[in-house]
Every structure is written in structure tokens, then in C-alpha cells.
T-cell receptor, first 113, second 113 residues
Framework: EPEVTQTPSHQVTQMGQEVILRCVPISNHLYFYWYRQILGQKVEFLVSFYNNEISEKSEIFDDQFSVERPDGSNFTLKIRSTKLEDSAMYFC???????????FGPGTRLTVT | TQLLEQSPQFLSIQEGENLTVYCNSSSVFSSLQWYRQEPGEGPVLLVTVVTGGEVKKLKRLTFQFGDARKDSSLHITAAQPGDTGLYLCAGEGRGSTLGRLYFGRGTQLTVWP
């Protein structure tokens, strides 16, 4: 069964460093998303991406964040200068269309020290 | 911001009992998803409901979308220890927020043998 994959599973970085989180969405899906979940809190939307551009971004997704689809299979989230409060699980999701049916990856646990 | 309130937050029952989990909002959603999440993993999609009043069944799980598309319920019949987990509801926004999922905090279900 097709699934969303994410690498790395765990990333530890120092405050101020840049990190890139990688995702491979389900192959025939057209819409891609990033969500995050701070420990003990609810899953929060960061950004959606369609047709090589951002469709929508939340108030969390400030200038420190960027997304890219560098080739036909990968979808990346870059955090330019990490802060302690960026520590969270980051989930990639994909869907064929809008209207539900978003499939999530296993997540990358980002720890900023 | 569209808020989804889930209740109860925690539910602990004996094997064989029935239970219902609720997901309520004052906002209208274009669709609603139910996910199950294990510790340290990504949400796994259980079902998507789209039409007001829609009922979907997945073995012993019954999902209902409210007539006004503001609320939903998950009913489990004859719960088993394997049903133990965190159940999340997520509503999809409308219009400019179509595709964006708003998550509830979840209901942690524990089923004792």
C-alpha cells in the first residue's frame, strides 16, 4: 500500500542552525502539506503546496520557513534559523485532491538545543 | 481559527463495552476526518465524511457527520484492547482554507482486557 515517507526520523540541531526535513509523498498525489505537533499539543497546520507553489500558510509559517519540491518525488521543509520553540514532531501529508483524505507520514522529531 | 473540541479527553473502559467519542465545533467544515495516532507516530486515516448526516461504518466503528457539518461522532461497538489509542478528529476548512485540516486535541482511549 502506498505511503508517505519522511527522513530523518529524528533530527537534533543547535539553535540558529538550518534544518531540512524531507518527505516523499504518495506518488500520484497532487497536494502536499506540512503539519507540526508540539509535545502534548494538537496537530497544527503549517502550509499546503500545489502546482509548485504555496496554496495556503498559517500564521506559524513565517519567513524562517520555506518549502520546496526540488524534483518529482521529494517535498522539503526548511527552517532557516531554528529556535528552541521549533522543537516538535513535523508531519508531511499528501492528498490526491482537496476534500479530505490526507495521508500522513510517520513524522520527523526535531529537537533544538 | 476554527476550533474542534473533542470529548471526552480520556476514556477508560472494559473490553466488550460500547463507547462514543464526540467532536464539536461552531464552524462548518467541508469534510471531516477521523485519525488514530500511536505515540511517536503519524496520524493514520480511518475515515472521511463529507455530506451532512453521512454515516460510515468500518467494522465495529461507526462515524457520523452532523447534519450541519459542524460536528461528528465515533461510536465503537464491543471495544477490544486493540482499539486502544488516541483518536483525532480533523475538520477541513472551506473557501480559502480548503485543504487545511483543523485538529482536535484527541480522545485517549484505553480498553482493558
Amino acid at each position: 500500500e502506498p505511503e508517505v515517507t519522511q527522513t530523518p526520523s529524528h533530527q537534533v540541531t543547535q539553535m540558529g542552525q538550518e534544518v531540512i526535513l524531507r518527505c516523499v509523498p504518495i506518488s500520484n498525489h497532487l497536494y502536499f502539506y506540512w503539519y507540526r505537533q508540539i509535545l502534548g499539543q494538537k496537530v497544527e497546520f503549517l502550509v499546503s503546496f500545489y502546482n509548485n507553489e504555496i496554496s495556503e500558510k498559517s500564521e506559524i509559517f513565517d519567513d524562517q520557513f520555506s518549502v520546496e519540491r526540488p524534483d518529482g518525488s521529494n517535498f522539503t521543509l526548511k527552517i532557516r534559523s531554528t529556535k528552541l520553540e521549533d522543537s516538535a514532531m513535523y508531519f508531511c501529508a499528501s492528498s490526491y485532491g482537496t476534500g479530505g483524505e490526507q495521508y500522513f507520514g510517520p513524522g520527523t522529531r526535531l529537537t533544538v538545543t | 481559527t476554527q476550533l474542534l473540541e473533542q470529548s471526552p479527553q480520556f476514556l477508560s473502559i472494559q473490553e466488550g463495552e460500547n463507547l462514543t467519542v464526540y467532536c464539536n465545533s461552531s464552524s462548518v467544515f467541508s469534510s471531516l476526518q477521523w485519525y488514530r495516532q500511536e505515540p511517536g507516530e503519524g496520524p493514520v486515516l480511518l475515515v472521511t465524511v463529507v455530506t451532512g448526516g453521512e454515516v460510515k461504518k468500518l467494522k465495529r466503528l461507526t462515524f457520523q457527520f452532523g447534519d450541519a457539518r459542524k460536528d461528528s461522532s465515533l461510536h465503537i461497538t464491543a471495544a477490544q484492547p486493540g482499539d486502544t489509542g488516541l483518536y483525532l478528529c480533523a475538520g477541513e476548512g472551506r473557501g480559502s482554507t480548503l485543504g487545511r485540516l483543523y485538529f482536535g486535541r484527541g480522545t485517549q482511549l484505553t480498553v482493558w482486557p
